[in-house]
DNA sequence: GCTTAAGCGAGACGGTACGTCTGGTCTTTGG
DNA sequence: CCAAAGACCAGACGTACCGTCTCGCTTAAGC
């Protein structure tokens, strides 16, 4: 038997508004000086409606991810049919903004540590993004490590594996890096 | 001309307590519950004294996992002669270590996104002790992937990265994974 | 014309309940920590229903008094024919109350401290209950002290705020403090 | 065996910082609106400082009381030699100090309810500083009911309780109620 | 061996942010 | 239109740490 649930529903204005000044703080100071009462303030919002249906700012940025408010949506793979080209594309561009948004990645790499949901958050939003190994797939056979069989979910772990590991490290990373790297994991083009 | 240095010089009794404290209490309770007053607490020490040669906890922790107070010695790549099942075995005790020990890997992995002296660290700490790329160069001809002219430095990069990811997503991952993880990146066996 | 008044009208049960959980409170907790939200959820009742009548605890509290939730019957002055040895009795149970129930008294000065509507009801309940100057006019040439034209008015002021006072010092107080204030005040009895 | 105490000690600036906010605040909002982060921001202090020294903000009322910070000077009683006067010029002081700081006087009954240490400091400011039960002493025989063997102690503090309950009850007086109460109490002046 | 200055433990200080609690208002659902 | 339920903005609570700053003590180097 329900129970007669009555009263005002939640707020969405005040959601929107909390992950708007979210996001906006994320990209301003990082994760780490992000702050509870920082986003109340610049949502114009009790702290008390944040805790309500967040808890901590782990599942508020993991919100903001899965909404595609944190990273820019430039990350997407681009589609020209010669996979090697755009996987070389979109490594290039992912350097680039590695380097010129190195806080917010750091911050999201930091968060993702600390939080599962951001943790699981930041992988769908890159594997979704940019299905990787579904394009993975369809270039089977054209490169030497890309035959028939391969693990393709395997590869793409490691080819973004590779990514996270570089913004750790903070080595700046250009087109000729992303060729390399190609090359590396997955072999020289064939033909 | 130089001033007259005198009075005590730095206690090497503080330094080693400090950085114990650091390290249990980093296995304790992970990197972003680490507080400076509690080290100094649980180390008998004044908080000064931390303030004095470290500065912040980044780069207390980035000594500690330099000193190999943070990760246990056990992730020596073994050295049988056969390149493809040590890095198997390698790979499979990683894998262990990471479910064992979750939180402080992730804690490593958070230290490393908000200091880059912990990046630097971590990555001397896995390559060192590790030497993957050495061992792949050793390896060539061996695997599909492993051709003269391989990118070895790029394929190691790859390797851990994947472990990274791993790590991120919670993922439990066995020996099974790590055979994988080999075959995708570094092609089948040969021969 | 009057507007033809329609829809339910004031709820005696909601009403009861809340004088009722206001009265348990006060005297579980005392005044400074009686919560509107408290009272509510004892109440059963919505916070907004306690606001439209009342618009904050003081009126509350004075409500309960004056309907003689608050303090327990029994200070009513006993009617012997004897005014001094009913005054010294009722002051010795006054004083036995103050002891027993100290919080609620302390409170009740509290609240009649910011709350002038409190204040009023403290004041109607004791003299209304009491009627102590009422008794010193029936008793004139009784004591040294009750002359004709003696102020029984003030006179009984000055006994109540004697016992106010010695509720805010705590100092705890039996019947030969009793005797001695009405000596005091009063004077010896005369023949 | 005492302890080697070490360390910095405690600041005397920032103490009477503290005291002169929380008197300059009590004066302004009265007691209940008090509150410990407005003290800490007007005296330019951390919260913790407080909470170190005083835990709440009852025992800093009193000690503001106790040095004098919260009641005028202007209480003294008067020493004409003619007692009789003295205390009806006194309370006509005080009474209309009652009602120039109605809230203040109030807010201090509110707060000796509340706080034992503010009960205490209260009494211990008023019969400190007017000393009333010593100057009654020296008036015995002057009055119908100041006879040798008058308890003064019970008289000062029935007219000390008839003044609280003065307050309490927001009832304006003036010198006519001053001589009326001391008509009362005192009796008539003899001869 | 006396002086001098730095290292050391301890911990108070001005602050920031935490997560909780309550105040008083507003909104929804139902009788 | 009233009542219950409860979300909302606001802001104080008392706690935990931050990084800085004395304290008084105990060393070493250098005269």
Chains 1, 2, 3, 4 share one sequence.
Request: net charge negative; hydrophobic share 45%.
């Amino acid at each position: 038997m329900a129970l007669p649930r009555t009263g005002p529903v939640r707020s969405e204005p005040a959601r929107v508004a909390i992950l708007d000044a979210t996001a906006a703080l994320f990209a301003e100071v990082g994760y780490d000086h992000l702050t509870i009462e920082g986003i109340a303030a610049r949502a114009g919002v009790g702290k008390q409606t944040i805790y309500r249906w967040w808890g901590s700012k782990g599942p508020l940025v993991a919100e903001c991810l899965l909404e595609g408010r944190l990273l820019p949506g430039r990350l997407t793979l681009p589609d020209t049919g010669d996979v090697r080209a755009d996987m070389a594309a979109w490594l290039t561009t992912v350097f680039r903004v590695m380097e010129a948004e190195q806080r917010l990645v750091l911050s999201l790499i930091a968060a993702a540590a600390e939080h599962p949901e951001v943790g699981a958050g930041l992988r769908d939003s890159l594997t979704g993004s940019a299905s990787i190994s579904g394009r993975l797939d369809a270039a089977i056979g054209t490169t030497a490590n890309l035959q028939p069989g391969a693990l393709t979910g395997e590869l793409a772990e490691a080819l973004i594996g590779a990514v996270v590991l570089r913004a750790l490290s903070r080595e700046p990373a250009g087109p000729v890096d992303a060729e390399r790297l190609l090359d590396a994991v997955l072999g020289a083009p064939t033909g």
